[in-house]
């Protein structure tokens, strides 16, 4: 395995490298960063790993300056997994300043883009500058991240990328919680009431496949248990899958349908993420 934190050694190493599967992340990695890399084996000859903490997706009263740069063991995390790892400085992505962006669909906007604004455009942005350095024919990012994924493959699809985006499944510790790599800013209190997002999510997942179809009433029941148990709410919301847009029992066939449940909530100052999906047939 070789690290390389410039653009230039890293082309010069990937540059007869024809099948290059590459998985971005912003390091601090889990076993949901490494189910990645192992499923990116099965996709190329050559896998990389990107370890890049993006400044540009948080806000400014974000946790940037905070989040967990731990390169040094997100290394021997990765080393006889992947190839390379690129790990350039922030100097080295954005010499200048950056101001190119990419200019995202409405949906960008809402669930996690209506808390963090601007969130999604600075994801999207580093992800295609990532995408054109490493030029790879295939990329993975975890379904956790669902708006995310959603947004990255409109992005590919949309500007005719060459690279096909695969979708690696969450990971959950033992309890069910998503693995993230925020999840070690929660007190042992706070660790223990995490599950509740999922169990909360699996109990709408259930209610749906008995036949709920009153949505807006499944959605604030859930936002009321969290709010009781002291969360604060970004969103819980019901969408169809793939486009993520709204979903209205009342109008749409349900039947044959994809839907994902979507839900954000602060726990102290932890913002945590999660997602199921439900197929109706
Ligand atoms: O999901 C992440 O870790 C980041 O948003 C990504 C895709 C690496 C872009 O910075």
Redesign the pocket.
């Known amino acids: 395995m070789r690290i390389f934190p410039t653009i230039a050694e890293l082309c010069a190493r990937l540059g007869n490298e024809r099948a290059v599967a590459f998985v971005?992340?912003?390091g601090n990695l889990h076993e949901g960063h490494l189910n990645l890399v192992r499923m990116a084996r099965e996709h190329g000859d050559c896998v990389v790993a990107?370890i890049?903490?993006?400044p540009l997706?948080f806000g400014p009263s974000e946790d940037f300056d905070k989040y967990p740069r731990t390169l040094e063991v997100d290394c021997a995390k990765l080393e006889g997994l992947v190839d390379v790892v690129f790990a350039p400085s922030v100097n080295e992505m954005y010499p200048a300043q950056q101001t190119i962006f990419i200019e995202l669909p409405p949906v960008a906007n809402e669930l996690c883009g209506a808390a963090r604004p601007g969130h999604f455009r600075?994801?999207a942005t580093?992800?295609l500058k990532?995408l054109n350095i490493v030029q790879p024919q295939v990329a993975l990012?975890?379904k956790k991240?669902c708006q995310?994924l959603h947004l990255?493959r409109q992005l590919v699809a949309q500007l005719n990328l060459p690279v096909r985006v695969i979708g690696g499944e969450t990971v959950r510790a033992a309890d069910g919680l998503a693995l993230s790599?925020r999840n070690q800013y929660l007190s042992a209190t706070e660790r223990s009431e995490a599950i509740f997002l999922y169990q909360m999510l699996q109990g709408m997942k259930l209610g749906i496949l008995q036949g709920e179809r009153d949505f807006e009433r499944l959605r604030q029941q859930a936002v009321e248990a969290l709010e009781t148990r002291g969360w604060l709410v970004d969103y819980v919301a019901i969408r169809n899958q793939p486009d993520l847009q709204p979903v209205s029992p009342a109008r749409d066939d349900l039947t044959q349908r994809e839907l994902v449940i979507l839900a954000a909530a602060r726990l102290g100052n932890t913002r945590l993420l999660d997602n199921v999906e439900v197929c109706l047939d």
């Open positions: 971005p992340t912003m990107s890049f903490v993006n997706q600075g994801m580093v992800v990532l990012f975890g991240d995310q990255i790599s």
